[in-house]
């Protein structure tokens, strides 16, 4: 699996669909009778690694049947690279057919591959201790850089009743959080009839009678209402943090972006919400290296992000994708300068993150542990509900709880705690 929260969450329902044939899902790295690769096609990188491991999965096992599905083959340019591979087992399924691949593979739904797109479903999220629960799919925004409107089209809500009625199944399973994804989660409930909005969701969510907590995925500022910072700051189940993507903080980048707000506009948003709910966790994405991007408008971007002081940062380049708006604008800087651009950023980044997370020295929080041990220390690990992830000792027990977690010390590298049990 490649790509977004919504791929994971899709691959994991194309899984179930296979089990319920009677397939036996393996391991990755053994050999299979058939693989599923579910692609992404954000950026030229990944492109490129979805081919390779195609070609991975080739030589791994000739004999075996190849499901290319995903956002890389929504693109007819891309559909010809896989056939040049010239591997006559390589099935080809659009985005729009990842519900009924087990039925092509089998050879019963041939005759309705054009039919409508079927709602995909979970039931469990295998080796995670998060599930991830989309709600919405598509995007109606045009941001000059992006291929995701194209690829996956127009935002479309899921049923409200059977993302509850989901939820009610995860949580059963044993998960104590809930992520909720979307293409672009804000637009939830515009499309429906009656119109809802996401908050309602959560509120829904909320009424669910067990414990476990509900995070937000991504969303963007234009759908970060009042409402839903209201809702956020008196919740006893929503975690306390937004990842709110920014892409730059520069008012002509912005506009080159066809982003619908401007630099100021986030900064008024992130005062607003702090004052509402001050030890709130904010992250972002910055994107570098826009074409256009300027010297100036880099610095514009270091000031921006210096004033909002993300607690985390996602930092990229651009890749320019062929069918958006972007992709034919000139003057992109090298790829020496995006280079030096992306360092500053990342040691700006380091230093927001150290600083937030000093913050809770000597205050306990509430940690949803992880099932696999941190790599480095060998101590249980997990997230707390503002997104810092803490390492502390304890018995493989507390895996998969949620568990109380005195933070006593913070580097660079790391927030460490003890478990705070009665």
């Given at each position: 699996?490649?790509?977004?929260?919504?791929?994971?969450?899709?691959?994991?329902?194309?899984?179930?669909?296979?089990?319920?044939?009677?397939?036996?899902?393996?391991?990755?790295?053994?050999?299979?009778?058939?693989?599923?690769?579910?692609?992404?096609?954000?950026?030229?990188?990944?492109?490129?690694?979805?081919?390779?491991?195609?070609?991975?999965?080739?030589?791994?096992?000739?004999?075996?049947?190849?499901?290319?599905?995903?956002?890389?083959?929504?693109?007819?340019?891309?559909?010809?690279?896989?056939?040049?591979?010239?591997?006559?087992?390589?099935?080809?399924?659009?985005?729009?057919?990842?519900?009924?691949?087990?039925?092509?593979?089998?050879?019963?739904?041939?005759?309705?591959?054009?039919?409508?797109?079927?709602?995909?479903?979970?039931?469990?999220?295998?080796?995670?201790?998060?599930?991830?629960?989309?709600?919405?799919?598509?995007?109606?925004?045009?941001?000059?850089?992006?291929?995701?409107?194209?690829?996956?089209?127009?935002?479309?809500?899921?049923?409200?009743?059977?993302?509850?009625?989901?939820?009610?199944?995860?949580?059963?399973?044993?998960?104590?959080?809930?992520?909720?994804?979307?293409?672009?989660?804000?637009?939830?409930?515009?499309?429906?009839?009656?119109?809802?909005?996401?908050?309602?969701?959560?509120?829904?969510?909320?009424?669910?009678?067990?414990?476990?907590?509900?995070?937000?995925?991504?969303?963007?500022?234009?759908?970060?209402?009042?409402?839903?910072?209201?809702?956020?700051?008196?919740s006893k189940k929503i975690c306390r943090h937004l990842h709110i993507p920014f892409q730059s903080g520069d008012d002509k980048t912005l506009s080159l972006m066809n982003r619908k707000l401007k630099s100021d506009d986030y900064?008024?948003?992130?005062?607003?919400?702090?004052?509402?709910?001050?030890?709130?966790?904010?992250?972002?994405?910055?994107?570098?290296?826009?074409?256009?991007?300027?010297?100036?408008?880099?610095?514009?971007?270091?000031?921006?992000?210096?004033?909002?002081?993300?607690?985390?940062?996602?930092?990229?380049?651009?890749?320019?994708?062929?069918?958006?708006?972007?992709?034919?604008?000139?003057?992109?800087?090298?790829?020496?300068?995006?280079?030096?651009?992306?360092?500053?950023?990342?040691?700006?980044?380091?230093?927001?993150?150290?600083?937030?997370?000093?913050?809770?020295?000597?205050?306990?929080?509430?940690?949803?542990?992880?099932?696999?041990?941190?790599?480095?220390?060998?101590?249980?690990?997990?997230?707390?509900?503002?997104?810092?992830?803490?390492?502390?000792?304890?018995?493989?027990?507390?895996?998969?709880?949620?568990?109380?977690?005195?933070?006593?010390?913070?580097?660079?590298?790391?927030?460490?705690?003890?478990?705070?049990?009665?």
């Amino acid at each position: 699996t490649f790509g977004c929260k919504v791929n994971q969450y899709e691959s994991q329902a194309i899984s179930e669909l296979f089990l319920r044939e009677g397939f036996r899902q393996i391991d990755n790295g053994l050999v299979a009778d058939i693989y599923v690769l579910n692609t992404c096609t954000v950026t030229q990188k990944t492109d490129e690694e979805c081919l390779r491991l195609a070609r991975q999965l080739i030589r791994r096992n000739p004999q075996s049947k190849i499901i290319v599905t995903g956002c890389f083959i929504q693109d007819d340019r891309n559909i010809e690279k896989l056939k040049n591979l010239s591997w006559s087992n390589l099935i080809i399924a659009k985005n729009s057919e990842k519900s009924r691949l087990p039925h092509i593979v089998l050879g019963k739904d041939l005759q309705s591959r054009a039919s409508c797109e079927r709602d995909l479903y979970i039931s469990d999220f295998f080796n995670h201790s998060r599930a991830f629960l989309k709600i919405q799919d598509g995007c109606s925004n045009s941001c000059s850089y992006c291929k995701i409107p194209l690829v996956r089209g127009a935002s479309r809500s899921r049923d409200r009743g059977l993302i509850l009625d989901e939820a009610k199944r995860l949580i059963d399973k044993g998960f104590k959080e809930i992520v909720l994804c979307g293409i672009c989660l804000g637009a939830f409930g515009r499309d429906l009839a009656p119109k809802t909005e996401l908050t309602d969701l959560i509120g829904d969510l909320e009424n669910i009678n067990a414990d476990f907590r509900i995070r937000l995925s991504s969303i963007e500022a234009t759908d970060v209402t009042p409402r839903l910072i209201e809702k956020m700051g008196s919740s006893k189940k929503i975690c306390r943090h937004l990842h709110i993507p920014f892409q730059s903080g520069d008012d002509k980048t912005l506009s080159l972006m066809n982003r619908k707000l401007k630099s100021d506009d986030y900064k008024r948003l992130i005062e607003f919400i702090r004052k509402k709910i001050p030890d709130i966790a904010i992250t972002s994405d910055i994107m570098v290296g826009f074409t256009g991007e300027e010297k100036e408008s880099f610095q514009n971007t270091l000031n921006f992000v210096n004033q909002i002081s993300p607690s985390r940062l996602h930092i990229f380049p651009y890749s320019p994708r062929p069918g958006t708006a972007s992709f034919s604008f000139p003057n992109r800087p090298t790829e020496k300068v995006v280079k030096e651009r992306m360092e500053s950023l990342s040691l700006l980044a380091r230093e927001f993150s150290y600083n937030y997370r000093k913050i809770f020295i000597n205050k306990t929080v509430r940690v949803l542990v992880e099932s696999r041990l941190d790599k480095k220390t060998g101590q249980l690990s997990g997230y707390s509900d503002n997104y810092i992830r803490v390492v502390f000792n304890g018995k493989n027990e507390l895996k998969n709880c949620l568990v109380p977690v005195r933070i006593e010390d913070v580097t660079i590298d790391y927030t460490k705690g003890s478990a705070s049990l009665t």
